[in-house]
């Protein structure tokens, strides 16, 4: 319960990520220190070195996809699924280019088209899951449903960079389809939603990181 009761709402999230912006931290700067520290955590859980990370079309991918990155970098075999389901953002363009270069194993799948991932899903031990933030609105579309019960019957740990995609995190309720994680690395503070209604079934142990800047350092300034 201790974990509870320094839970956020979601207003309250957005308006410590807004105060970092205005203290002159750009959007790509709190990606990579966000990344960092989400690689960190997952290094320290032990899970295995190979790792499936699958993106989405938002910040919540470039997170991921900024782990994927640094995991290389630590030694990790790591394979990538971008999930295009709409345009992605410069954020994502941008962290998939740098992945490129790297020669990471990357595929881009759109509605239908879901061979790669289940292949992928086979020979991991893990799968970082950044298709959706805390930024959904609305229900979880056919494709992503799709994508996220492939993820959830494959067996595999899981860890949700941020939120389980699909939790709603003021809420806690499952937008149509959720992920069901082993591990949450969430950042800033546990939301709301985590301790409520379906949260606590799709989150597993939550692991609290920062973006930089710490809840009670951005809270002081």
């Known amino acids: 319960m201790a974990m509870a009761a320094k839970s956020l709402p979601l207003s309250k999230i957005l308006k410590l990520e807004e105060k970092a912006k205005m203290l002159g931290?750009?959007?790509r700067l709190l990606i990579e220190n966000a990344s960092s520290n989400l690689t960190e955590a997952i290094c320290s859980l032990g899970l295995g070195e190979k790792i499936l990370v699958v993106a989405g079309k938002g910040n919540n991918g470039a997170d991921s996809l900024?782990?994927?990155r640094k995991l290389i970098s630590r030694g990790f075999r790591v394979k990538v699924v971008i999930i295009k389901e709409k345009e992605?953002?410069?954020?994502?363009?941008?962290?998939?280019?740098?992945?490129?270069?790297t020669g990471c194993p990357l595929r881009i799948i759109t509605p239908g088209n879901t061979k790669v991932l289940k292949k992928f899903l086979k020979t991991n031990d893990c799968v970082l899951d950044g298709i959706l933030g805390i930024g959904i609105?609305?229900?979880?579309?056919?494709?992503?449903?799709?994508?996220?019960?492939?993820?959830?019957?494959?067996?595999?740990i899981i860890i949700a960079c941020d939120i389980p995609s699909g939790l709603?995190?003021?809420a806690g309720l499952v937008c149509g389809a959720a992920i069901k994680a082993d591990?949450?690395?969430t950042f800033l503070a546990p939301k709301r939603g985590f301790f409520l209604n379906h949260g606590p079934h799709c989150c597993g142990k939550i692991i609290v990181v920062d973006i930089g800047l710490s809840q009670s350092l951005l809270e002081k300034l």
């Open 25 to 27: 931290f750009s959007e």
């Open 88 to 101: 992605l953002n410069a954020e994502v363009l941008f962290q998939k280019s740098l992945l490129v270069r």
């Open 183 to 185: 591990y949450t690395i």
């Open 66 to 68: 900024a782990a994927a």
């Open 137 to 156: 609105k609305g229900r979880v579309p056919t494709f992503l449903k799709q994508v996220i019960g492939l993820i959830n019957a494959s067996k595999k």
């Open 168 to 170: 709603s995190p003021e």
